[in-house]
């Protein structure tokens, strides 16, 4: 091994990332990397964005992505397409209207000038289109409760009067299940963001489920907690919405699924009822455990309005090194090693492909960390409560396997590392139309499907690996990178534009493919409106029987985010 930088500065105070891609501020910061020479690293070319310039970033790739074609995208892109609205929902009328009023107040409900309100189209448009500009919906109204009983009243009043209801927490999803199909009543839960209580001693919080994630990791960490869930979107997204996804993210390796954190939850039912179960209890063995039905639901059988999770001590001592192997197998062989030798204190481990790490240098202008360019790329995160495990990460990168790598100094340069791996989505849509996979599958078998992906478009005459720039092929790229600890694959497939061919192309062979190695279709972003006819390569017929008799029992008149989630009842 060569190049490998371990005079490391040790620290004893805390470090902590700060990632905020997906709609914050800070979604566009450019990197600047270290420059190596001999055992000094030296910081240049760092500069950030200003909020105003994240969000033109996102303005100029929304707009990009809608002359790709994405106006037309449920034709194209969903896996389950709605051609039209369900006419069993009653159509709102003034005297609805007034009704949410006087529950809610009339600064709390948002009404489209079409409807007599005085809302802008503009403002209506962030409640009905994803933050990516891939799903539109039609909403004429937003409501605002601050309370589950003001929930309570407004879902009685829909079930009774049959009126649909798209349930949203921060808009950070990627499969269309937070933003309406048609014109259902939006029902944000933005304006729900207090927090409870928070034991000292055991360390159980108990929030709204508006609160923001990110906001709640700052706010436990004042007491030495930390949240038990770490995503790239942690500064828009709802904890609410995070427990209705059973989102993953990079905590994931160490604190697990939010089913096994997640101590209580308040929940309003379609007809009104309050399911008040916010135990802070970590034992309890009475009777059926109701809440883990709505952990991973997406709205469609209640409505999370308050949730009790456990935090986990905040670490002392975090530290990051970025990695270069050989090939995927050596990417496998490294985490099997680091589980080893790291054991307890391994938080996180990620990895990347060349194509998504040149693709992610060009487009933030900044540099390779390391001093050479490698087919894949590790990242491996350590915490724990001092700095002796920087010699356990040392003797992880001397196992024969890694040819190049590099540990962080402070956090800045911690920052700089996770900006790398989590920048890569948002940088590989600007390049193009980019069809999105998110796929669970055998650690030993997790990069073959980009090989056979890529196989597969080269034979139809679409697709040619490394390319000369002089040659045009509509697909531009295969990547894949993702969570290597918990099996988790983002494949994403970059076209000049959004089209029927490559899309026959991918699916359902990438469906398919999942099927055939016991994988699932949705590893963390859910199901929405994207994947419920996809469900069947995932969960047999008998298992999606029983999720639609759930669904009918607590929501029978299906006003619950309709359109979504289940597969057509044919």
């Not at 928070?198 to 906001?215: F, M, P, Q, R, T």
């Not at 849509?429 to 669970?440: L, R």
């Not at 980009?450 to 034979?459: A, F, G, I, S």
Request: one cysteine or more; a negative charge.
């Amino acid at each position: 091994m060569r190049n490998i930088y371990l005079n490391c500065v040790k620290r004893t105070e805390p470090v902590i990332r700060n990632p905020n891609f997906a709609r914050s501020a800070k979604a566009g910061a450019r990197l600047g990397f270290v420059t190596q020479k001999c055992n000094i690293h030296s910081v240049r070319n760092v500069t950030a964005f200003s909020k105003s310039g994240a969000d033109s970033l996102r303005d100029d790739f929304c707009t990009k992505l809608r002359g790709l074609g994405a106006k037309n995208i449920q034709s194209r892109m969903m896996g389950h397409v709605v051609s039209q609205r369900d006419s069993r929902f009653k159509k709102l009328g003034k005297e609805d209207l007034d009704y949410f009023k006087s529950v809610l107040s009339e600064s709390r409900v948002l009404v489209s000038k079409e409807m007599g309100g005085n809302a802008d189209p503009t403002e209506l448009d962030t409640f009905n289109t994803d933050w990516l500009s891939k799903y539109v919906g039609h909403s004429q109204v937003v409501l605002f409760p601050t309370s589950a009983q003001e929930v309570s009243k407004v879902l009685k009043y829909c079930n009774e009067n049959t009126i649909a209801v798209c349930v949203q927490g921060g808009n950070t999803g990627l499969v269309g299940g937070s933003v309406p199909v048609f014109d259902e009543v939006v029902l944000s839960l933005s304006k729900m963001d207090k927090v409870r209580s928070l034991d000292k001693d055991s360390g159980a919080l108990v929030c709204d489920a508006g609160c923001i994630l990110e906001s709640l990791d700052d706010y436990v960490g004042e007491f030495g907690f930390t949240m038990p869930i770490d995503l790239g979107a942690k500064g828009s997204c709802h904890i609410g919405g995070n427990v209705s996804t059973n989102a993953g993210g990079i905590r994931y390796l160490r604190y697990g699924s939010l089913h096994g954190s997640v101590l209580g939850l308040e929940v309003v039912l379609p007809d009104g009822t309050i399911i008040n179960n916010l135990s802070t209890l970590r034992k309890d063995s009475t009777g059926y455990d109701i809440k883990q039905l709505f952990v991973g639901a997406e709205g469609t059988i209640g409505v999370v309005t308050g949730v009790s999770i456990a935090t986990a001590r905040r670490p002392t001592s975090v530290n990051v090194a970025v990695l270069g192997v050989n090939s995927y197998q050596d990417v496998k062989n490294t985490y099997i090693q680091s589980r080893k030798d790291l054991c307890e204190i391994l938080s996180a481990f990620e990895f990347w492909d060349a194509r998504c790490m040149d693709t992610v240098l060009t487009g933030f202008n900044t540099s390779n960390p390391l001093s050479g360019d490698y087919p894949f790329y590790v990242l491996i995160e350590t915490s724990g409560s001092n700095d002796e495990h920087d010699e356990a990460v040392e003797k992880t990168m001397e196992n024969g396997l890694v040819q190049d790598g590099t540990l962080a100094q402070g956090k800045t340069q911690i920052s700089k590392m996770w900006s790398l791996r989590e920048g890569i989505p948002t940088v590989l849509a600007q390049t193009g139309a980019t069809y999105k996979y998110d796929i669970s599958i055998p650690i030993n078998q997790l990069y073959d499907i980009v090989h056979d992906t890529e196989v597969r478009l080269e034979n139809a005459g679409i697709y040619k690996k490394d390319a000369a720039p002089s040659e045009n092929y509509p697909v531009k790229s295969v990547n894949g990178y993702g969570h290597i600890g918990d099996g988790n694959l983002h494949l994403n497939i970059v076209a000049d534009k959004f089209d029927d061919k490559i899309t026959d192309l991918l699916e359902p062979f990438v469906y398919e493919w999942v099927e055939n190695v016991a994988g699932s279709v949705s590893a963390e972003h859910g199901l929405g409106i994207m994947k419920p006819e996809c469900l069947k390569y995932t969960k047999n017929d008998q298992i999606v029987s029983v999720m639609r008799n759930i669904k009918n029992m607590f929501d029978p008149n299906g006003i619950m985010n309709p359109y979504k989630y289940l597969p057509e009842n044919k």
